[in-house]
């Protein structure tokens, strides 16, 4: 069973910085793609940026040139580095790894308010 497990989250201000970690239970270049989902309240859960496997990360037109998505094989880790946060960026984020069928973190939460 694959499991993913997100940290780094929580309370920020705006124009501040947050950096999520997503630790896998397995290998990440096993997965054919993966990803960061972010669900505001009362809205859908939205993609934030995701990265195949090997190709260059795609963002989200909100968070593009703020927030940074890498990964260390290594480590079995993916990051999202959050820059220039907004209070709209406030939500419960989440990690994706996608193989035949899709794996997800429990989430976390990032607020953003002065």
């Known amino acids: 069973q694959v499991r993913l497990v997100e940290s780094g989250g929580g309370l920020a201000q705006p124009g501040g910085s947050l950096r999520l970690s997503c630790a896998a239970s397995?290998?990440?270049?096993?997965?054919?793609?993966m990803g960061w989902y972010r669900q505001a309240p009362g809205k859908q859960r939205e993609l934030v940026a995701h990265?195949?496997?090997?190709?260059?990360?795609i963002y989200s037109d909100d968070v593009q040139g703020r927030f940074t998505l890498s990964r260390s094989a290594t480590q079995n880790t993916m990051f999202l580095q959050m820059n220039n946060l907004k209070p709209e960026d406030t939500a419960v984020y989440y990690c994706?790894?996608?193989?035949?069928?899709?794996?997800w973190g429990q989430g976390i939460q990032v607020t953003v308010s002065s």
């Open positions: 994706e790894a996608k193989r035949t069928i899709e794996y």
């Open positions: 990265i195949p496997k090997w190709s260059n990360p």
């Open positions: 397995e290998a990440i270049y096993g997965f054919d793609d």
